[in-house]
């Protein structure tokens, strides 16, 4: 996720979804708070290239395993992709 360092600490002490939600209503609401992410779009995007879950919007520490069980699942999917992507670019 793109933050800035300095930034950590502030998010360090909150539960996923108090930040992410904040980070999401910052980004809605054009302001910035937690790094240069100004558009839903590049948040949205943000997520999928970090396999990030959606529902990360809804969790906090309670949710931990099934945060990991759901960013497995995309990463081992984004890692298919990959492989698949790379095998169609391959001359046999």
């Not at 502030?10 to 100004?38: C, M, W």
């Not at 520490?61 to 945060?67: A, E, K, P, R, V």
């Not at 995309?74 to 992709?81: H, V, Y």
Request: charged share 30%; hydrophobic share 30%.
């Amino acid at each position: 996720m793109y933050t800035c360092s300095q930034r950590q600490i502030l998010k360090s002490a909150k539960a996923p979804k108090v930040y992410f939600s904040e980070l999401r209503d910052k980004t809605n609401n054009g302001g910035l708070r937690y790094g240069g992410i100004q558009i839903m779009k590049d948040l949205s995007s943000n997520l999928e290239q970090n396999c990030i879950p959606e529902e990360i919007f809804e969790m906090d520490i309670d949710n931990y395993n099934q945060l990991l069980v759901d960013r497995r699942k995309l990463m081992t999917k984004k890692i298919e992709n990959y492989y698949y992507f790379i095998i169609s670019k391959c001359e046999y």
